[in-house]
């Protein structure tokens, strides 16, 4: 059974900095494609951020500078590293998992707000 699980996520004062954490079992992790996709309240769900199963990151352009993707095979973890967070980067962010099949995992929230 494939599980993604999510955790890191919280409230954030605005500037502040998060890094949410995807822990994958049921899947050969490293053949993978991994991301990390949000949905705010009312707006579809957006690509934030994808790197390769050889560790080629992508970002959304307006994210590039502020957020960071990275893996770590040997864990089986792909993170998520936030930082300079701002009012609208308040969302569930979803961890996802590509290869011939595509995996979800179930959102962790993020709020940032002070």
């Known amino acids: 059974q494939v599980q993604l699980v999510e955790s890191g996520g919280g409230l954030v004062q605005p500037g502040g900095s998060l890094t949410l954490s995807c822990a994958a079992s049921g899947i ?13 309240p009312g707006k579809q769900r957006e690509l934030v951020a994808t790197i390769t199963h ?5 970002y959304a352009d307006s994210l590039k500078g ?7 095979n040997a864990k089986n973890t792909v993170y998520l590293h936030m930082s300079s967070l701002k009012p609208e980067d308040t ?3 979803y961890c996802n998992a590509k290869w011939r099949l595509a995996f979800w995992g179930q959102g ?3 709020t940032v707000s002070s």
């Open 66 to 72: 502020r957020f960071t993707i990275s893996r770590d």
């Open 108 to 110: 962790t929230q993020v």
């Open 28 to 40: 050969s992790f490293s053949i993978y494609d991994m991301g990390w996709y949000r949905q705010a």
């Open 91 to 93: 969302a569930v962010y």
């Open 54 to 58: 050889d560790g080629r990151p992508n």
